[in-house]
């Protein structure tokens, strides 16, 4: 009974989601923050369909979560008590929505058939990036949607990318943007077998990196011990 319930429902799902297909035309899925989206909606109906109106919607939605030390009272001991809960929020920072035909009072019908709508956004300028982490994430949705009166609306839906490069120029601290160093030493043994000591002097051009920028590292290594370095590597860490 409830394989049966659940291939009915995927079966119903397949079929709401044939019925409305979105297309972009720019089949990478990327895009910058100002870019103009374009794509199609097509429909395919195997007999005269009734609908209020035809949309497609774009949504930036921010999503976060995290552990974190909760303080609260405890009414039975009298006294304040710390405990770890779940904190998260939801928000969409971009939301818009495009009429292709209908939305107005009242019903329209269309025919059997296929049917295409074309579409153009053009994006806000001033968007964050698409963003994933153990944290949280920055997700873009296009979203296309037959309202359907009294019945259940035929949807579909595609994850596309935004890529937002910062402007280093905006930045409003300028110690960001100055040269930074990093130096440490080891010495090899200790007290009368301590050799020499290795030093590492790294020096970066700035503070503040942006990405798919060439990192130009400058490097100088000092061995005073009578130990020899089999090489130097260097590793780069986004901490969160």
Same mark, same amino acid.
């Given at each position: 009974?409830?394989?049966? /319930?659940?291939?009915?429902?995927?079966? /119903?799902?397949? *079929?709401?989601?044939?019925?409305?297909?979105v %297309?972009?035309? !720019?089949?990478t899925?990327?895009?910058?923050?100002?870019?103009?989206i374009?794509?199609?909606? &097509?429909?395919?109906f195997?007999?005269e369909?009734? #609908?209020?109106? &035809?949309?497609?919607?774009?949504?930036?939605h921010?999503h976060?979560?995290?552990?974190g030390? @909760?303080?609260?009272y405890?009414? +039975?001991?009298?006294?304040?008590?710390? $405990?770890?809960?779940?904190? $998260?929020?939801?928000?969409?920072? /971009?939301a +818009? @929505?495009?009429?292709?035909?209908?939305?107005?009072?009242? =019903?329209?019908?269309?025919?059997?058939?296929?049917?295409?709508?074309?579409?153009?956004i053009?994006?806000p =300028? !001033?968007?964050p990036?698409t963003?994933?982490?153990?944290?949280?994430?920055?997700?873009?949705?296009?979203?296309s949607?037959?309202?359907?009166?009294?019945?259940?609306?035929?949807?579909?839906? #595609?994850?596309?990318?935004?890529?937002?490069p910062?402007?280093?120029?905006?930045?409003?601290?300028?110690?960001?943007?100055?040269? =930074?160093?990093?130096?440490?030493d *080891?010495?090899?043994?200790? %007290?009368?077998?301590?050799?020499g000591?290795?030093?590492?002097?790294? @020096?970066?051009?700035? *503070?503040t990196?942006t990405?798919? @920028? =060439?990192?130009? &590292?400058?490097? $100088?290594?000092?061995?005073m011990?009578? +130990?020899?370095?089999?090489?130097?590597? /260097?590793?780069? +860490?986004?901490?969160?």
């Open positions: 009974m409830l394989m049966n /319930f659940l291939m009915d429902q995927l079966h /119903f799902r397949y *079929k709401r989601m044939s019925q409305c297909k %297309w972009l035309d !720019n089949y899925g990327q895009y910058y923050p100002g870019n103009l374009q794509g199609k909606v &097509i429909l395919n195997n007999s369909t009734k #609908l209020r109106g &035809i949309k497609v919607r774009i949504v930036c921010e976060t979560e995290w552990m030390e @909760e303080s609260y405890d009414s +039975t001991r009298n006294k304040h008590e710390t $405990r770890m809960t779940q904190f $998260r929020g939801d928000n969409d920072a /971009f +818009t @929505e495009l009429i292709l035909h209908g939305g107005h009072s009242g =019903t329209t019908s269309l025919p059997a058939g296929q049917h295409m709508y074309p579409f153009s053009v994006l =300028t !001033n968007l990036g963003y994933s982490c153990d944290e949280g994430n920055i997700t873009y949705k296009l979203i949607i037959v309202d359907r009166p009294m019945a259940f609306d035929y949807q579909d839906e #595609l994850i596309f990318v935004v890529v937002a910062i402007d280093l120029n905006l930045i409003g601290r300028s110690d960001l943007l100055e040269p =930074t160093s990093y130096s440490n *080891k010495t090899i043994c200790c %007290w009368c077998c301590a050799q000591p290795i030093s590492l002097d790294v @020096e970066l051009p700035r *503070k990196l990405p798919g @920028e =060439t990192v130009n &590292i400058t490097a $100088r290594v000092s061995n011990s009578n +130990t020899n370095l089999e090489g130097v590597r /260097f590793k780069l +860490t986004q901490v969160m």
